[in-house]
T-cell receptor
């Protein structure tokens, strides 16, 4: 059962900007940093954003993460067809002593 | 190059046991905490368990507590997940992942490719 809530889907046309929200609580996002993963079908999640807004080497600057209070967001600018995959937010939860994930959002490029 | 390779998945009957392994390379295994995360077919990611770098502490999701045991052998660069009393709802791809901590962040950064566990009679 996911602790963090995301919209099930998001969409945009090529070149547009899409934003995915992630809602949590004081024991997870409110206290700890947020990470974002991108997952292609049948593959392992790939780290996209860590520490709320840091991009690992190789991740394009079209991906931008932010956090405010107990919520976080992932913005994808200049939407491309290859961005049409699943995205998950994640954070440590100090009450559960667990790494909790969001419900996942599927991005569609129209 | 950091590499994590899981093995041990397969088809098992309900109530039976299975042991997964995750062999790592490309980093100093004894420095990092390690995790198991699973994904049921067509579903989202679910954290299963983690173990501290030295094996001194373990944490489990409520859904697997008292049935699964995470362990590690730092001399063999290997992480394990012992699964007992398997249920149909444990059917999933199981990923191992490394965690890293830094100033202002804690994250699972590298993941294995996953191994499929199917619980079915």
């Amino acid at each position: 059962q996911s602790v963090l809530t995301q919209p099930p889907s998001a969409s945009g046309t090529p070149g547009q900007r899409v934003t995915i929200s992630c809602s949590g609580s004081s024991s997870n996002i409110g206290t700890n940093s947020v990470n974002w993963y991108q997952q292609l079908p049948g593959t392992a999640p790939k780290l996209l954003i860590y520490g709320n807004n840091q991009r690992p080497s190789g991740v394009p600057d079209r991906f931008f993460g932010s956090k405010s209070g107990t919520s976080a967001s992932l913005a994808i600018s200049g939407l491309q067809s290859e961005d049409e995959v699943d995205y998950y937010c994640a954070a440590w939860d100090d009450s559960l002593n667990a790494y909790v994930f969001g419900t996942g959002t599927k991005v569609t490029v129209l | 190059q950091v590499l994590l390779v899981e093995s041990g998945g397969g088809v098992v009957q309900p109530g039976r046991s299975l042991k997964l392994s995750c062999v790592v390379s490309g980093f100093t295994f004894s420095v990092n905490g390690m995790h198991w995360v699973r994904q049921a077919p067509g579903k989202g990611l679910e954290w299963v368990a983690d173990i501290w770098h030295d094996g001194s502490k373990e944490y489990y999701a409520d859904s697997v507590k008292d049935r699964f045991t995470i362990s590690r052998d730092n001399s063999k660069n290997t992480l394990y997940l012992h699964m007992n009393g398997l249920r149909a709802e444990d059917t999933a791809v199981y990923f191992c992942a490394r965690d890293v901590w830094g100033s202002g962040y804690k994250v699972l950064d590298y993941w294995g490719q996953g191994t499929l566990v199917t619980v079915s009679s």
